[in-house]
T-cell receptor, first 118, second 111 residues
């Protein structure tokens, strides 16, 4: 399976500030995804980040609020901008396996970044 | 729009019981379905992936089945252990590898 790390693991931020979350994968992957998990809720897809193209955002999420970078095939960042308490969530990145020792199209998730906005 | 529902939302059982977690989805045109485990405050661990052409997958004490035509999947856990306590999530992949998640089942296995 793909090994995914995220930084920071958690943070407490003041409203109005921005936080950039990093996602690093131990192998080259084409597709990376960013999800949000609000307290007590399930996961919701924010955007798909493919290397060499603009991220594709889901309904309800916009680039100005959640800018994403994908500079290479092993790394991506998600920024949560102008934060408010409603942004308090766990943010997770995921990648799709390419087969081989894993099932094709199996998704793997990072450990998440727990964000609290005061 | 795909909707995924998991029943029950919470389950508490004594150690050793066999149990079944249910997942239903509204759009049967799926590419695959994946079951995950999430421990409190942690990320997701992939348990089983069932391709749309498959009926079931097994890993150790876990068995997942898929009935695509009726929009249902079940996760069977045999001989449950306290270490199985976690939230179990099913997620459906319709296309493009974008997953739609159910609300999860919080499982507590009591010693």
């Amino acid at each position: 399976s793909a090994v995914i790390s995220q930084k920071p693991s958690r943070d407490i931020c003041q409203r109005g500030t921005s936080l950039t979350i990093q996602c690093q994968v131990d192998s080259q992957v084409t597709m990376m995804f960013w999800y949000r998990q609000q307290p007590g809720q399930s996961l919701t897809l924010i955007a798909t980040a493919n290397q060499g193209s603009e991220a594709t955002y889901e309904s309800g999420f916009v680039i100005d609020k959640f800018p994403i970078s994908r500079p290479n095939l092993t790394f991506s960042t998600l920024t949560v901008s102008n934060m408010s308490p409603e942004d308090s969530s766990i943010y997770l990145c995921s990648v799709v396996g390419s087969g081989g020792v894993t099932s094709e199209n199996e998704q793997f998730f990072g450990p998440g970044t727990r964000l609290t906005v005061l | 729009k795909q909707e995924v529902t998991q029943i029950p939302a919470a389950l508490s059982v004594p150690e050793g019981e066999n149990l079944v977690l249910n997942c239903s989805f509204t759009d049967s045109a799926i590419y695959n379905l994946q079951w995950f485990r999430q421990d409190p405050g942690k990320g997701l661990t992939s348990l089983l992936l069932i391709q749309s052409s498959q009926r079931e997958q097994t890993s150790g004490r876990l068995n997942a089945s898929l009935d695509k035509s009726s929009g249902r999947s079940t996760l069977y856990i045999a001989a449950s252990q306290p270490g199985d306590s976690a939230t179990y999530l099913c997620a459906v992949n319709n296309a493009g590898n974008m997953l739609t998640f159910g609300g999860g089942t919080r499982l507590m296995v009591k010693p």
